[in-house]
């Protein structure tokens, strides 16, 4: 069974410090990530995609498959980064695109 | 472009009660899904339609739930004999085509509380 394991339910650093938001995963086929992130009363939205190799608002996360990680990394944390995070695995077994989500990391940027 | 629009925002009822929640999801988009969190969770998957079929039910989905998509446009989802077990946010999201890279947009849920 498939499987998104976020281990910090919260993280807190300081402005400008880097911030590393760590994801496992658990699938027996080939992996799709995917970081979504929820601002304070926002709707959850997706920061990025490991497939687009792409960096978001200075965010970066490459996919580890020997360590079977999807760690979101960002070199200097900002304040407006203050949300809560969800690692997502896509299952793309068959026809069905539904998304597994970790429990999620609450990242606080103090000044 | 609102994005995708769940109605109602709140909901609270009592126990043994039926409550309806209705998801819009952006026009053009024939994926559409259901999914629950509740406090200290992510969100789990609930439900699938492509269109107007229902083509997948998670296990936690019991017999008290339906939901439906009727003409493929906004879907329902029903709950019948609420328990307190039921009270989570309930998320509604869709996509657009049947590409695996196409992302999932979501709405701002409804909130349910069974008292």
């Known amino acids: 069974a498939q499987r998104v394991t976020q281990p910090e339910k919260l993280l807190s650093v300081f402005k400008g410090a880097p911030v590393e938001l760590k994801c496992n995963y658990s699938?027996?086929?080939?992996?799709?990530l995917f970081w979504y992130v929820q601002y304070s009363r926002q709707r959850l939205q997706l920061l990025l995609r490991?497939?687009s190799r792409e960096s978001i608002k200075g965010f970066t996360a490459d996919l580890n498959k020997g360590e079977t990680s999807f760690h979101l990394k960002k070199p200097f944390a900002q304040e407006e980064d203050s949300a809560m995070y969800y690692c997502?695995?896509?299952?793309?077994?068959?026809?069905?695109?539904?998304?597994?989500f970790g429990k999620g990391t609450l990242l606080t940027v103090n000044p | 472009d609102t994005g995708v629009s769940q109605n109602p925002r709140h909901k609270i009822t009592k126990r043994g009660q039926n409550v309806t929640f209705r998801c819009d999801p952006i026009?053009?988009?024939?994926?559409l899904y259901w999914y629950r969190q509740t406090l200290g969770q992510g969100p789990e998957f609930l439900t699938y339609?492509?269109?107007?079929?229902?083509?997948?039910k998670s296990r936690l989905l019991s017999d008290r739930f339906s939901a439906e998509r009727p003409k493929g446009s906004f879907s329902t989802l029903e709950i019948q004999r609420t328990e307190q077990g039921d009270s989570a946010m309930y998320l509604c999201?869709?996509?657009?085509?049947?590409?695996?890279?196409?992302?999932?947009?979501f709405g701002p849920g409804t909130r349910l509380t069974v008292l």
């Open positions: 699938y027996s086929g080939s992996p799709e």
């Open positions: 997502a695995l896509l299952n793309s077994g068959g026809s069905n695109y539904k998304l597994t």
């Open positions: 339609f492509q269109n107007e079929a229902q083509l997948e």
């Open positions: 026009s053009e988009h024939n994926r």
């Open positions: 999201a869709s996509s657009l085509g049947d590409g695996r890279y196409n992302e999932q947009f």
């Open positions: 490991h497939i």
